[in-house]
């Protein structure tokens, strides 16, 4: 069966930078797009970012252009999501998503940026 398994979220500073991993098993990691999705207290689940199956296209939310990059690695199974530059509103559940014939979510990594 499809898993997802984030890790790496926690708390950091304004200006910061924290490194999320998700590690997929039960498909076949290499032909899949795979993105990042985050949740706020009170707010919908927004796409951060995705990167298709050759990891050469990327697709980014405005507000996290040029701070946030994703990337993958298809030997590990494992999709990154590299936050420079923090900022108090990235404060979020953050989810690895992958659709396999339906959607599948990890279990979401918290992070929070404050002083």
């Known amino acids: 069966q499809v898993q997802l398994v984030e890790s790496g979220g926690g708390l950091v500073q304004p200006g910061g930078s924290l490194r999320l991993s998700c590690t997929a098993s039960?498909?076949?990691?290499?032909?899949?797009?795979m993105s990042w999705y985050r949740q706020a207290p009170g707010k919908e689940r927004e796409l951060v970012a995705a990167?298709?199956?050759?990891?050469?296209?990327?697709n980014y939310a405005d507000s996290v252009k040029g701070r946030f990059a994703i990337s993958r690695d298809n030997d590990k199974n494992t999709v990154y999501l590299q936050m420079n530059s923090l900022k108090s509103e990235d404060t979020a559940v953050y989810y690895c998503?992958?659709?396999?014939?339906?959607?599948?979510w990890g279990q979401g990594t918290q992070v929070t940026v404050s002083s």
């Open positions: 990167i298709y199956s050759a990891g050469v296209s990327t």
């Open positions: 998503k992958a659709v396999v014939g339906r959607v599948y």
């Open positions: 039960g498909f076949t990691f290499s032909t899949y797009a």
